[in-house]
């Protein structure tokens, strides 16, 4: 019996059946909600609800999003730091006589050539995008004024990654060009782990 194309795209990421995974060191929305309900002032004007409570969350974060495909930056309110959007041009270069890229792989593109060609798949031959440039949107904590910076993380959403991603292409958006660490050196925070 032949394979189709879904189930070979499903047997090539190794995915079975979903998983149930708890992360019990992060917060997140309704964690937030849970602490305003628990801590909200007894006034009756400070009551939402928790649609109404989401609809903001979900409006500011449209905002953001906007300011960013807009601007290319978003400086935090009170000295929380910097969100900031930068590119990186790929580069292709050869070590130990085999030829390397940072131009990420097409793995939609790359799983349909396995799936047609077996010889491809055999040599594990891969597809890799057109893009010029990697989009990075990294959190500046140089300018923030609390403690513990290390540990704090921010990571953008994929839609947001997407709608900045198209704002460069349709050169609404400029972002800050990266080309070595070297030349970030003045950047202070951009490298702290």
Not at 61 to 86: A, Q, T
Not at 97 to 108: A, H, I, L, N, S
Not at 142 to 150: F, G, V
Not at 177 to 189: A, H, M, Q, T, V
Request: some cysteine.
């Amino acid at each position: 019996m032949e394979q189709t194309l879904a189930e070979f795209k499903t047997a090539q990421k190794h995915q079975g059946p979903k998983k149930k995974n708890k992360i019990t060191n992060s917060w997140g929305v309704y964690d937030y909600f849970k602490y305003y309900r628990t801590h909200r002032p007894d006034l009756h004007e400070y009551v939402l609800y928790e649609s109404v409570y989401f609809a903001i969350i979900r409006r500011v974060n449209k905002l953001l999003v906007e300011e960013l495909c807009r601007s290319g930056e978003i400086d935090l309110p009170y000295r929380m730091g910097k969100l900031k959007v930068f590119t990186k041009p790929v580069k292709t270069f050869i070590q130990n006589d085999k030829v390397m890229t940072t131009r990420p792989v097409d793995w939609d593109k790359t799983l349909e050539l396995w799936y047609e060609d077996p010889v491809a798949y055999q040599n594990r031959s891969v597809i890799y995008r057109e893009d010029n440039d990697i989009l990075s949107i990294r959190y500046l904590k140089a300018t923030a004024i609390y403690k513990n910076k290390s540990y704090y993380n921010f990571t953008v959403c994929r839609d947001a990654k997407i709608r900045i991603g198209q704002a460069i292409k349709d050169k609404v958006l400029e972002p800050v060009c990266i080309y070595g660490r070297d030349e970030l050196s003045n950047i202070k925070g951009l490298y702290d782990e």
